[in-house]
């Protein structure tokens, strides 16, 4: 298994039966790095227009959630890792660029996400991915690769669930124009 770094992350490269072993493998809990915040929910409800009242107004959302919530479109925001700290390394990358594949390339072809509980201020997440299944090669418009679907398992601080998520990802070579 090479490695390639035009992210900045080292993105595993292999073969499809190296990808296959990976199956049913699950990461290590990440927990996220800042809890979830007013300001951030709020900035993100106002780049997208959403007057929903639970971004807004404190006492409705005290009242109906028990406190401001986030936009369920911000779930994967709080648990992505901080790319850089002062004199820091880069975090570990997602499970899909550790699932060894050939291709450059990368595209989100769907995702599914089931929400159980809102996702409060204060509330301090964290996530684990399990690889569910790597296809085989496809032909596409876009070009060769395999679809690579992962789960996602969020939960808050006290180990309630909130959300599971799953993903599938294209990792292709492009077709050359």
């Known amino acids: 298994m090479n490695e390639l770094g035009s992210t900045g992350y080292d993105v595993a490269v292999g073969t499809y039966e190296d990808a296959l072993a990976m199956i049913g493998y699950t990461t290590p809990v990440r927990f996220a790095e800042v809890p979830v ?8 409800a106002a780049m997208v227009h959403d007057a929903n009242a639970g971004f807004w107004d404190e006492e409705f959302a005290t009242q109906a959630w028990g406190g401001c919530i986030a936009p369920p479109a911000m779930l994967m925001t709080w648990v992505i890792p901080i790319e850089w700290k ?9 499970l899909t660029a550790r699932v060894p594949l050939p291709g ?12 159980f509980r809102p996702i409060r201020v204060g509330d301090v997440l964290n996530v684990t991915e399990e690889l569910v299944d790597v296809s085989a090669k496809k032909r596409t418009a876009l070009g060769e690769g395999h679809f690579v679907t992962t789960a996602s398992t969020f939960r808050r601080q006290d180990g309630a669930l909130v ?15």
């Open 37 to 44: 915040n007013v300001g951030m929910a709020r900035y993100f």
């Open 86 to 94: 002062p004199g820091g390394a880069l975090p570990m990358p997602l």
């Open 104 to 115: 450059t390339t990368f595209v989100n072809a769907s995702n599914e996400t089931e929400f």
């Open 163 to 177: 959300a599971r998520m799953t993903n599938v990802l294209f990792r292709f070579d492009p077709v050359a124009a």
